[in-house]
């Protein structure tokens, strides 16, 4: 696999892409443990780097509320079904984690759905800053709670940061 650090307003990002697709976007101090990964070779001029680079980019400069790089989701099944309903979340919305339970229709997984958020490999690309606390306040995330408020506020949910 290969990888890329695209600087951010959030920090530095790793950006990981196998050859079918983007893999993972890994925090400054994320732990090895979240995301497990095989050897990774660093290819800056990678085409599906680049343009995850440029996305992200667009992204952080309000130009762009939807991703089009095609995703290499690599997880358990529930994992991959908690993921997929994460991208269902529309830009500027949040959800609880018991939300996403009852649609995924086990209202009773309530953590087992926050677990597979916290070990989502796709930051940002797939929504996890979207999910919030059933008190509407906002809970634990890879890249820190900081960086979470900040994708919040960037989506337009000020709202989010004062509850």
Not at 60 to 89: C, H, N, S, Y
Not at 126 to 147: E, Q
Request: net charge positive.
């Amino acid at each position: 696999m290969s990888y890329k650090i695209v600087a951010s307003p959030i920090g530095p990002l790793k950006v990981v892409a196998s050859e079918t697709g983007l893999v993972a976007i890994l925090w400054e101090n994320d732990s090895p443990r979240r995301v497990r990964l095989s050897e990774l070779v660093e290819r800056p001029d990678h085409a599906l780097l680049t343009r995850t680079e440029k996305e992200l980019d667009e992204y952080f400069a309000g130009k762009r509320d939807a991703f089009t790089v095609p995703l290499d989701m690599r997880g358990t099944q529930f994992q991959k079904e908690v993921w997929a309903a994460l991208l269902e979340i529309p830009f500027g919305e949040t959800r609880t984690y018991g939300q996403l339970a009852i649609q995924l229709g086990n209202p009773k997984a309530t953590r087992a759905v926050g677990a597979a958020n916290g070990r989502n490999p796709l930051a940002i690309l797939v929504p996890c800053h979207r999910v919030i606390g059933f008190s509407g306040k906002l809970t634990g995330f890879a890249g820190g709670l900081d960086a979470k408020a900040h994708l919040l506020r960037l989506e337009g949910r000020d709202e989010m940061l004062f509850s």
